[in-house]
């Protein structure tokens, strides 16, 4: 099993867009999928949720549970998902779904990476482009590196 935080199996183009819930649903899925959390953790991304928004802007959204959620995180890791059309996250349009279940404090790097990636247009508008799952993963894998 590899110690990566993204893989692979882990990025998804979707053929459909989902409502906001179905995409926190379907990005936790991925994360139950791994291994990287139990079920319950998906509930938390959802109670988090009915909180406070995890638009970003930019097109991304970056879905995580609650401090109590932790209970249910076995190790961390990302899971990524790309809409073929902009969901609405609470009044922002929202391509990107990035499940994320971090370990201690580890979400808190992964996430300024993540940031950078989609702060920078040229990038967002690579990752947009990106015809295939493998090349979507080549751009934001770079969120692996140590």
């Not at 808190?108 to 247009?121: M, Q």
């Not at 080549?138 to 969120?143: E, K, T």
Request: hydrophobic share 45%; charged share 25%.
């Amino acid at each position: 099993m590899s110690d990566d935080i993204l893989t692979p199996e882990r990025v998804v183009l979707a053929d459909r867009t989902p409502t906001r819930e179905e995409a926190i649903r379907d990005v936790g899925r991925l994360l139950v999928e791994a291994g990287a959390v139990r079920p319950g953790y998906v509930d938390s991304m959802l109670a988090r949720e009915a909180t406070v928004s995890t638009s970003m802007g930019n097109y991304l959204a970056i879905p995580h549970g609650t401090n109590e959620g932790r209970e249910f995180i076995h190790r961390t890791a990302l899971a990524v998902i790309r809409y073929p059309s902009a969901i609405d996250w609470d009044g922002d349009e929202v391509r990107f779904v990035v499940g994320i279940a971090g370990r201690e404090n580890e979400h808190l790097e992964i996430l300024g990476r993540i940031a950078v990636l989609f702060s920078d247009d040229d990038d967002v508008q690579a990752l947009l482009a990106a015809p295939d799952a493998a090349a979507l993963f080549a751009i934001i894998s770079a969120v692996n590196e140590e």
